[in-house]
């Protein structure tokens, strides 16, 4: 883990605690590859090539972590890391 990965660990960590006393949840989502537009032919084979089992995201594939996430339906989900890319850490 690198310096600033663990600073972030240990705030994120600090933060969680100090908003679970008031019904706040803290989670963070990455997402892998998303299809935003911006990505080229060439950042599209890139990435095929790195990690070929991986379907690019669609924005509607986030936002619908998210709408779960501050729903009440997930009011005990909190301090998790939600990887949705598989396998895509090296990107």
């Given at each position: 883990?690198?310096?600033?990965?663990?600073?972030?660990g240990?705030?994120?960590?600090?933060?969680?605690?100090?908003?679970?006393?008031?019904?706040?949840?803290?989670?963070?989502?990455k997402?892998g590859?998303?299809?935003?537009?911006?990505?080229?032919?060439?950042a599209?084979?890139?990435v095929?090539?790195?990690?070929?089992?991986?379907?690019?995201?669609?924005?509607?594939?986030?936002?619908?972590?998210?709408?779960?996430?501050?729903?009440?339906e997930?009011?005990?989900?909190?301090?998790?890391?939600?990887?949705?890319?598989?396998?895509?850490?090296?990107?």
């Open positions: 883990m690198t310096g600033v990965s663990r600073r972030a240990i705030g994120f960590a600090i933060t969680r605690r100090l908003l679970a006393d008031r019904g706040i949840t803290v989670n963070c989502i997402p590859p998303v299809d935003t537009g911006w990505a080229t032919d060439a599209r084979a890139a095929a090539a790195m990690v070929p089992a991986v379907r690019w995201g669609q924005p509607d594939d986030v936002a619908k972590l998210v709408s779960w996430l501050v729903s009440d997930a009011e005990r989900i909190t301090g998790q890391v939600h990887d949705m890319g598989r396998d895509t850490d090296h990107l």
